[in-house]
T-cell receptor, first 111, second 115 residues
Framework: SQQGEEDPQALSIQEGENATMNCSYK?????LQWYRQNSGRGLVHLIL?????REKHSGRLRVTLDTSKKSSSLLITASRAADTASYFCAQPYTGGFKTIFGAGTRLFVKA | DTEVTQTPKHLVMGMTNKKSLKCEQH?????MYWYKQKAKKPPELMFVYSYEKLSINESVPSRFSPECPNSSLLNLHLHALQPEDSALYLC??????????????FGNGTRLTVT
């Protein structure tokens, strides 16, 4: 399977805490993307990090990329109940012309 | 609200029915996609259209028939489905379809139940 792996599968934290999700992938990449999906809704693109970047920020989101380990992490700081959702990493396969999603992390933020 | 609109939001159909899912975007994107998502699983790619031409079919059974009438519309025609085809069907679009992977813009999906 070309699908990447994410851990943890599920994460439950208190409002105000930070949440970290990890993603590992299998092949070389041009970029890696993170998406959020609220229950029963479509996915929303959060952030894209290119293969020559090591870290990227967007608001309360911080993404890191380690191409030598084929891994990425998404950090959500000062989490809110509204951050409760599933988070997926996704990689466009070079030459494959398709974006494959990791298994996802289900985040639950308790108010 | 998303800029990709899918209709209907929910659909219940029998195994002998014929139905269609519709997707529309007005962002000027030239690539459109169908994904299938089962509960607690990631989306799985079904079809890719680029400039209204079918570019990828991920070995999807012929009971699913995609159609791209123009650059803004994408349909998925359903016929003789099985109960295991019940899932959330997501439409997405991107500016272009290329190996670099433009970010995808998703609709909110059609929740399909096959009885």
């Amino acid at each position: 399977s070309q699908q990447g792996e994410e851990d943890p599968q599920a994460l439950s934290i208190q409002e105000g805490e930070n949440a970290t999700m990890n993603c590992s992938y299998k092949t070389s990449i041009n970029n890696l993307q993170w998406y959020r999906q609220n229950s029963g809704r479509g996915l929303v693109h959060l952030i894209l990090i290119r293969s020559n970047e090591r870290e990227k920020h967007s608001g309360r989101l911080r993404v890191t990329l380690d191409t030598s380990k084929k891994s990425s992490s998404l950090l959500i700081t000062a989490s809110r109940a509204a951050d409760t959702a599933s988070y997926f990493c996704a990689q466009p396969y070079t030459g494959g012309f398709k974006t494959i999603f990791g298994a996802g992390t289900r985040l639950f933020v308790k108010a | 609200d998303t800029e990709v609109t899918q209709t209907p939001k929910h659909l219940v159909m029998g195994m002998t029915n014929k139905k269609s899912l519709k997707c529309e975007q007005h962002m000027g994107h030239r690539a459109m996609y169908w994904y299938k998502q089962k509960a607690k699983k990631p989306p799985e790619l079904m079809f890719v259209y680029s400039y209204e031409k079918l570019s990828i079919n991920e070995s999807v059974p012929s009971r699913f028939s995609p159609e791209c009438p123009n650059s803004s519309l994408l349909n998925l025609h359903l016929h003789a489905l099985q109960p295991e085809d019940s899932a959330l069907y997501l439409c997405a679009s991107s500016q272009v379809w290329d190996s670099l992977g433009s970010p995808l813009h998703f609709g909110n999906g059609t929740r399909l139940t096959v009885t």
